[in-house]
């Protein structure tokens, strides 16, 4: 048998490391970025088309090269900055492996124009797939101009792969801003099929961030700086009551290069212990300077992870940092040792206990079914509270208006069967428990539903059959109200304005990324905000739901969550009875969009069974 190992070809070894570096448009575009920023500019320029699918062009106004460093620009591991292994170590900059462009240059049409300030003409260089079709001079201003064209042109499994324009454009937004916050003595412009997204002036460092956050931001945050032996933080993290469900505004750079860290953002959380939810994500901006010695920027092909030297030490001064930026403004968690009043409860006979969890049993294609003795313990831990003992009628649950029209007798005696007719043990109301479920009889037995999941069904289908062809009534602002975005939600709305019409919305675009509400629909429930509402559906569409023009189930999904009946939210009867007939007017009643249980069904013959035992 002959010899098998052989060296592959340099354009195909290029195309398998490009596949390392280069992973979507956005990967160009940072690559592209940091060369800008080594290189000293004062100014750079992103120009992009289709989501960088056809152009990325990234113009500064740095050193530029000589006619040898061009070329030699697009050769594998090329660089000016490493000398020796030891290099490594003290790296400061952001592009030192020499891959980008050798990498870029495989899978595109790249065309180069560079000059240097003493030098009288630059030099053009244009490449297809790592072949070199001209090499030139050129006139062109002092600096680097750098298109890439066609992005993985000739690889077709790989550009079959990239998301829609809107998608790879905010894969690209993120990556500009994390560039650009990182670097506000810096001017930054960027621009998408011939439209100014960012125009950003050298600036401090808060006006940067509130530049590319959005005006809101600036309320929100609390400076951060502190100050230890070879390890420095400031920058800046968000007020507990600004934080969301959803990722997105977390910004964290070591030495000006930003990283992910899932450790030290469990540091930072853990500062913000007992301030916000589980669930919920603060906003941080933070900046580490620490001696490059101590750290190992080469441990991943994009850069974006980091290993320290002593992790440990880092995360406790990280979260030492917040927790006392968060004191210094007198931002510290209260004790409510005050019982919750909120809470319709209902009265049971003595012996019973406290306590509520949901289980969802039902089958949902059947609308009755027995429950299991687990899920029978669990209701009735839910429906007991303990009694009032100055109510001598509390355990019959006589004197509460709340409570179900039912009388309760005491346990039959031995022998004695139950009777399972409805009659006058039946309640003839719809009945709220801990303002988050509804008791409702059915001929045989009760159903509990879930307030919230039911309304968000029936929310999903009016706004479904809305975007199909039947708009909703809008109801006019007599005072327009303005919202003002950032550029990724600006996107993102601008994208969804037609759907969000014929929900009700009457949103109209007004200038740079700032919109104008002139009409909300005309059904928002009593209290509901539009804007508000507006602000949900961006988050939720950060969190897990992306949305875009023409994905009418994923809007209405996301509107309905946000717009339903929160837990906690009283109810009256009439309206808790319009919840239960719409809900089961429903052409799918038992699940919500989201696929949790609506309802969950108890039979008499259980119940008698319970109380036998």
Known sequence: MGDIIK?????????????????RPASVVKELLENALDAGSTRIQLILKDGGKQLIQVVDDGCGMSVTDARMSFERHATSKIRSADDLFHIRTMGFRGEALASIASVAQVELRTRRQEDT?????????????????????????????????????????????????????????????????????LHHNDQEVYHLPP???????VAVLGP???????????????????????????????????????????????YLHHAILSAFEELIGDDQHPLYVLFLDIDPERIDVNVHPTKHEIKFEDERLIYHFVKVS??????????????????????????????????????????????????????????????????????????????????????????????????????ERTPTKPYQIHQSYILTPIKSGFILIDQKSAHERILYEQYLEQLQGQPARIQKELFPRTIELNPVDGQVI??????????????QEFGQNTFILHGVPANLLPGQDA????????????????????????????????????????????????LIDRLFACSMPYKSPGGRHCFITYELDELAKRFQS
Not at 355 to 370: A, D, L, P, V, W
Not at 534 to 543: D, P, V
């Open 322 to 423: 917040v927790r006392h930026a968060l004191g210094q403004y007198h931002i510290v968690p209260t004790l409510d040792f005050e019982p919750d009043h909120s809470v319709a409860s209902s009265k049971f006979a003595p012996g019973t206990t406290s306590g509520m969890r949901e289980k969802s049993i039902s089958n949902i294609n059947q609308t009755q079914r027995s429950a299991t003795s687990k899920d029978w313990q669990e209701l009735f831990t839910v429906l007991q509270q303990p009694l009032e003992a100055e109510n001598p009628n509390a355990s019959l649950g006589l004197d509460d208006p709340l409570a179900p029209a039912v009388t309760l007798k005491s346990g039959p005696a031995e022998g004695e069967q139950l009777s399972t007719h409805s009659g």
């Open 494 to 507: 601008r994208s969804l304005l037609a759907d969000l019409l014929q929900l009700g919305f009457d949103l």
């Open 531 to 578: 804007l508000t509402l507006i602000q949900r559906l961006l988050e939720q569409h950060k969190q897990d739901h992306p949305l875009k023009a023409g994905n009418q189930e994923a809007l209405a999904k996301s509107l309905a969550r946000q717009a339903a009946y929160r837990r906690g939210t009283p109810l009256e009867e009439a309206v808790m009875q319009n």
């Open 121 to 189: 003409l630059g030099t053009r260089i244009l490449i297809e797939g790592t072949t070199i079709k001209a090499q030139e001079d050129c006139a062109t201003t002092p600096g680097t101009n750098l298109s890439v064209r066609n992005l993985f042109y000739n690889v077709p499994a790989r550009r079959k792969f990239l998301k829609s324009d809107s998608v790879e454009m905010r894969h690209i937004l993120e990556e500009f801003q994390r560039t650009a916050i990182a670097h506000p003595d810096i001017h930054f412009a």
């Open 7 to 23: 060296l592959l070809p340099d354009a195909i070894a290029n195309q398998i490391a490009a596949g390392e570096v280069i992973q």
């Open 216 to 262: 809101n931001s600036n309320k929100k945050m609390i400076p951060v700086e502190e100050d230890a032996d070879r390890l420095f933080i400031s920058g800046f993290v968000g007020r507990p009551e600004a934080a969301k469900k959803s990722r997105g505004e977390q910004y964290l750079y070591v030495n000006r290069r930003f990283i992910r860290s899932g």
């Open 203 to 209: 600036a401090n460092q808060r006006q940067r961030v």
